[in-house]
Nanobody, 113 residues
Framework: QVQLVESGGGLVQAGGSLRLSCAAS????????MGWYRQAPGKQRESVAI???????NYADSVRGRFTISRDGAKNTVYLQMNSLKPEDTAVYYC???????WGQGTQVTVSS
């Protein structure tokens, strides 16, 4: 089992920045890729960004060029730097490990116009 704890959400004005963190513990040797998803009110959960253990990244078209995913292997932590935030980025953001199907508890990001 892998446990994930997110932090760093909050309220920010449009154009601002936030940095999310996700710390993994437990069976971390089973972790290859780690990713971020988000779910806005009334919408389905969607993939935002993913990073492999080798550092390969992939982004949703809606965030490419504004968000950056990174990983600190020594700390078993993945980050999501979010710049130029828009009101449509408002959602609960979840950390995810595909190999184990593990999800974090989510952290709220609210972007005001």
């Amino acid at each position: 089992q892998v446990q994930l704890v997110e932090s760093g959400g909050g309220l920010v004005q449009a154009g601002g920045s936030l940095r999310l963190s996700c710390a993994a513990s437990g069976s971390i040797r089973s972790i290859n890729a780690m990713g971020w998803y988000r779910q806005a009110p009334g919408k389905q959960r969607e993939s935002v960004a993913i990073i492999t253990s080798g550092g390969t990244t992939n982004y949703a078209d809606s965030v490419r060029g504004r968000f950056t995913i990174s990983r600190d292997g020594a700390k078993n932590t993945v980050y999501l730097q979010m710049n130029s935030l828009k009101p449509e980025d408002t959602a609960v953001y979840y950390c995810y490990v595909p190999a184990t199907g593990s999800w974090g508890q989510g952290t709220q990001v609210t972007v005001s116009s």
